[in-house]
């Protein structure tokens, strides 16, 4: 397989910028497999399509403000960080909430003559970093210092929320809201786990009263999921870590409906990453799984998402789910009918025919 197998054409006008005025009402492109027959709906009709059951099983990781702008120490020089993830087992979490210096972390670094080790960084709210590590492909190994009692108190008022590049406007005050789910919790996310954004605590309500069973489990999402695939066979692109933890009881309730022929369906691609790299033997992992057509799916039964980016990994994902030739093809209908792309955008549900 090679890059271009998954590229499509798409109008940038069709690229969201922001969310719409109710989380609930976008349009559901909704798609059968294996014949790939779709049909036409809104948003608000998903629960009268789900059976009374299944687990519907969501990411609650929270987007944390990691984009941070600030100077190079000295000479003034422009310089910017992503917070990734502690560079040690610590969990994330603790760490954001202990204090600024106590561990190391891996961020992205970006800067006209990059960064070297010993070279200091400012930023707002008297949060520094001290470069420790050249790690490569834009990685670098960071300290902090703060004033301020934990890092997270530090980068809520130093960073942004870190939109995907493909939004060209700048973070507004609604983003905070938006561009987390109603039932984010578990910090330690630099992209929303965009497929829950749709949901509402009526939707979660409706849900329950329909007899869904709905359970959660986290992963980081981390900012591989904005990166392109390098032109090439895709067997040679290499995912990014990013951090998971699934409970006991959520993974003994999948077991039990999968023991029973209850369905299991996953609010986006990163449930989807999760439930396919459970290990046996824990319950928090980290996986860099890269899921591709022919991959076997173990867990997973249906799925809900939005639309991806042309030649991602996610759309990588996607064609594995529901085959290839039938995902461009509900591509393309969507984008024949103007659907809404990408974080802010429309969504599409692929179950069984």
Same mark, same amino acid.
């Given at each position: 397989?090679?890059?271009?197998?998954?590229?499509?054409?798409?109008?940038?006008?069709?690229?969201?910028?922001?969310?719409?005025?109710?989380?609930?009402?976008?349009?559901?492109?909704?798609?059968?497999?294996?014949?790939?027959?779709?049909?036409?709906?809104?948003?608000?009709?998903?629960?009268?399509?789900?059976?009374?059951?299944?687990?519907?099983?969501?990411?609650?990781?929270?987007?944390?403000?990691?984009?941070?702008?600030?100077?190079?120490?000295?000479?003034?020089?422009?310089?910017?960080?992503?917070?990734?993830?502690?560079?040690?087992?610590?969990?994330?979490?603790?760490?954001?909430?202990?204090?600024?210096?106590?561990?190391?972390?891996?961020?992205?670094?970006?800067?006209?003559?990059?960064?070297?080790?010993?070279?200091?960084?400012?930023?707002?709210?008297?949060?520094?970093?001290?470069?420790?590590?050249?790690?490569?492909?834009?990685?670098?190994?960071?300290?902090?210092?703060?004033?301020?009692?934990?890092?997270?108190?530090?980068?809520?008022?130093?960073?942004?929320?870190?939109?995907?590049?493909?939004?060209?406007?700048?973070?507004?005050?609604?983003?905070?809201?938006?561009?987390?789910?109603?039932?984010?919790?578990?910090?330690?996310?630099?992209?929303?786990?965009?497929?829950?954004?749709?949901?509402?605590?009526?939707?979660?309500?409706?849900?329950?009263?329909?007899?869904?069973?709905?359970?959660?489990?986290?992963?980081?999402?981390?900012?591989?999921?904005?990166?392109?695939?390098?032109?090439?066979?895709?067997?040679?692109?290499?995912?990014?870590?990013?951090?998971?933890?699934?409970?006991?009881? +959520?993974? @003994? $309730?999948?077991?039990? #409906?999968?023991? &029973? =022929?209850? !369905?299991?369906?996953?609010? /986006?691609?990163?449930?989807?990453?999760?439930?396919?790299?459970?290990?046996?033997?824990?319950?928090?992992?980290?996986?860099?799984?890269?899921?591709?057509?022919?991959?076997?799916?173990?867990?997973?039964?249906?799925?809900?998402?939005?639309?991806?980016?042309?030649?991602?990994?996610?759309?990588?994902?996607?064609?594995?789910?529901?085959?290839?030739?039938? +995902?461009? @093809? $509900?591509?393309?209908? #969507?984008?024949? &009918? =103007?659907? !809404?792309?990408?974080?802010? /955008?429309?969504?599409?549900?692929?179950?069984?025919?």
């Amino acid at each position: 397989m090679h890059t271009d197998d998954f590229d499509f054409s798409l109008p940038p006008e069709l690229i969201a910028q922001g969310p719409l005025a109710d989380r609930d009402a976008s349009r559901l492109l909704h798609v059968r497999r294996p014949s790939g027959r779709v049909q036409h709906r809104s948003f608000r009709e998903l629960p009268a399509l789900l059976r009374a059951g299944d687990v519907l099983v969501f990411n609650d990781s929270r987007v944390i403000p990691a984009r941070l702008l600030g100077k190079k120490k000295g000479s003034g020089g422009k310089a910017e960080l992503l917070l990734i993830r502690p560079s040690t087992d610590v969990d994330t979490e603790a760490a954001l909430k202990a204090q600024a210096g106590g561990t190391v972390w891996t961020c992205l670094g970006q800067s006209s003559k990059g960064f070297r080790p010993g070279m200091e960084l400012e930023f707002d709210a008297g949060l520094t970093a001290t470069v420790l590590e050249a790690a490569g492909g834009g990685e670098y190994r960071v300290k902090f210092t703060s004033p301020m009692a934990t890092l997270e108190e530090a980068i809520a008022r130093a960073g942004k929320l870190p939109l995907p590049p493909y939004i060209t406007r700048d973070v507004e005050l609604s983003d905070a809201e938006r561009y987390q789910t109603v039932f984010s919790r578990r910090v330690g996310s630099v992209a929303a786990p965009t497929a829950g954004l749709h949901f509402t605590e009526g939707t979660l309500a409706e849900l329950a009263a329909r007899g869904v069973e709905v359970r959660f489990v986290s992963l980081e999402v981390g900012p591989g999921t904005f990166l392109p695939v390098r032109e090439g066979p895709v067997a040679e692109h290499k995912m990014h870590e990013e951090r998971a933890r699934i409970s006991p009881e +959520t993974w @003994a $309730a999948i077991v039990r #409906a999968k023991a &029973e =022929q209850r !369905r299991v369906i996953a609010v /986006g691609t990163t449930v989807v990453r999760t439930l396919e790299s459970v290990p046996a033997d824990r319950a928090h992992f980290a996986t860099s799984i890269f899921i591709t057509p022919g991959f076997q799916f173990r867990v997973v039964d249906a799925l809900f998402t939005n639309f991806h980016l042309p030649k991602s990994t996610l759309v990588m994902l996607v064609s594995a789910f529901l085959g290839r030739e039938q +995902t461009l @093809a $509900a591509y393309a209908e #969507a984008i024949r &009918e =103007q659907y !809404r792309f990408f974080s802010y /955008g429309d969504a599409m549900f692929i179950e069984a025919d």
